[in-house]
């Protein structure tokens, strides 16, 4: 069975931060380049993050640009999103997603294989 799971969410305090790790079961992340997405309540998803299969290029979201940071792990089969600076802004679902090409996208419609999610809330 295909998976990915999702982890590392929580309730943090603004400024603070949180490592998100997205780790699949069922296939190796070697050749997909994977996203990172968030959903707040009564907003459309966003992509905020993605990692090209071999880990070369990445692309971040204006929101998230210089404070979240995403990297891979091939060998742990694993993608992590290092988020820094948080905000309460940032409160949301997070997902990661897997797509079978090389080059990484934003837009939510280019991926087939979706984590189930994992809450951050950013709060005092």
């Known amino acids: 069975q295909l998976q990915l799971v999702e982890s590392g969410g929580g309730l943090v305090q603004p400024g603070g931060s949180l490592r998100l790790s997205c780790a699949a079961s069922?296939?190796?992340?070697?050749?997909?380049?994977i996203g990172w997405f968030r959903q707040a309540p009564g907003k459309e998803r966003e992509g905020i993050s993605c990692i090209s299969s071999l880990g070369s290029s990445t692309n971040y979201a204006g929101s998230v640009k210089g404070r979240f940071t995403i990297s891979r792990d091939n060998a742990k089969n694993t993608v992590y999103l290092q988020m820094n600076s948080l905000k309460p802004e940032d409160t949301a679902a997070y997902y990661c997603?897997?797509?079978?090409?090389?080059?990484?996208?934003?837009?939510?419609?280019?991926?087939?294989?979706w984590g189930q999610g994992t809450q951050v809330t950013v709060s005092s």
């Open positions: 997603a897997a797509r079978s090409r090389l080059v990484c996208s934003l837009a939510s419609y280019d991926y087939v294989y």
């Open positions: 069922g296939f190796t992340l070697d050749a997909d380049a």
